[in-house]
């Protein structure tokens, strides 16, 4: 059964940056496309970001487009976002997810297989 953990999160002030982590297991990490999206209190779960399986297909959502960067290793079975200047509005719960099917999505109610969260705090 396919899993996925996300890691380093943490306390950054703004304008620093962070580097997240979600690993694979359980399954042919190939032929996943992989996808963040982050919840903030209260707030519903957002996009964030996609990585298609080959790499090729990259979406960013509007509010990150420039600062944050996707990427993946096929062989390490990892997905990774990088994030930069950071804001205090990024402050978020960051997941990982995990589709199949071969469509880029946007939409959090599209993905069955997620992490279980990572905390990111930006303090001002």
């Known amino acids: 059964q396919p899993q996925l953990v996300e890691s380093g999160g943490g306390l950054v002030q703004a304008g620093g940056s962070l580097k997240l982590s979600c690993l694979f297991s359980?399954?042919?990490?190939?032929?996943?496309?992989m996808a963040w999206f982050r919840q903030a209190p209260g707030k519903e779960r957002e996009f964030v970001g996609l990585?298609?399986?080959?790499?090729?297909?990259?979406d960013y959502a509007d509010s990150v487009q420039g600062r944050f960067t996707i990427s993946r290793d096929n062989a390490e079975k990892a997905v990774y976002l990088q994030m930069t200047s950071l804001k205090p509005e990024d402050t978020a719960v960051y997941y990982c997810a995990a589709d199949a099917s071969g469509r880029t999505l946007r939409s959090a109610h599209e993905y069955k297989l997620w992490g279980q969260g990572t905390q990111v705090t930006v303090s001002s």
């Open positions: 359980g399954g042919s990490f190939g032929t996943y496309h």
């Open positions: 990585i298609g399986w080959l790499k090729r297909n990259l």
